[in-house]
T-cell receptor, first 114, second 111 residues
């Protein structure tokens, strides 16, 4: 199993450009998450998907959209990138049957917006 | 709202014990976690504790939970250079999807 995979690993955008961050998991997990990590601020939840076909806003959803394409894939779209969106983005998934409710994280996408 | 706080840095000598502390505000938290993040990587679960427990030990790791003070700590015995990383405390309340993460503590182990 590859676990949670994310593409791309690195990306540089100009202000106003758009892009989609891809995330896929092969663990048959129902729940998937997108976080951003900024220095001194820990991880903040952008969007969450409890299951295929459902998405919910997290703490910092402005400027982002998501798509839960199927059970495996959960993508994050920046329609018009801004320098404030420079961050490291992590996708995570979770199995409802896991009594610890452990989240499994991808390796991250490092995004710079100039 | 809910908040999880950690100190930002900790430096220890190889072979010593490390203690990383965390305080949280949500008294209804039912799951508390410690994640480790190595440079350039995602977060990996180290250990977790249910809120009805006071202590959990797993090899070199000991987690202590003081529910009255809403204080969680992670002790790493015989700290090695490979333990150098950022350690995140996180909480989750039963019945919710949301996890609240602390800011992370960067542990530096000196040889």
């Amino acid at each position: 199993n590859a676990g949670v995979t994310q593409t791309p690993k690195f990306q540089v955008l100009k202000t106003g450009q758009s892009m989609t961050l891809q995330c896929a998991q092969d663990m048959n997990h129902n729940s998937m998450y997108w976080y951003r990590q900024d220095p001194g601020m820990g991880l903040r939840l952008i969007y969450y998907s409890a299951s295929e076909g459902t998405t919910d806003k997290g703490e910092v959803p402005n400027g982002y959209n998501v798509s839960r394409l199927n059970k495996r894939e959960f993508s994050l779209r920046l329609e018009s990138a801004a320098p404030s969106q420079t961050s490291v983005y992590f996708c995570a998934s979770r199995s409802p049957g896991d009594h610890s409710y452990e989240q499994y994280f991808g390796p991250g996408t490092r995004l710079t917006v100039t | 709202g809910e908040d999880v706080e950690q100190s930002l840095f900790l430096s220890v000598r190889e072979g010593d014990s490390s203690v990383i502390n965390c305080t949280y505000t949500d008294s209804s938290s039912t799951y508390l976690y410690w994640y480790k993040q190595e440079p350039g990587a995602g977060l990996q679960l180290l250990t977790y504790i249910f809120s009805n427990m006071d202590m959990k030990q797993d090899q070199r790791l000991t987690v202590l939970l003081n529910k009255k003070d809403k204080h969680l700590s992670l002790r790493i015995a015989d700290t090695q250079t490979g333990d150098s990383a950022i350690y995140f405390c996180a909480e989750k309340t039963s019945g919710t999807y949301k996890y609240i993460f602390g800011t992370g503590t960067r542990l530096k182990v000196l040889a």
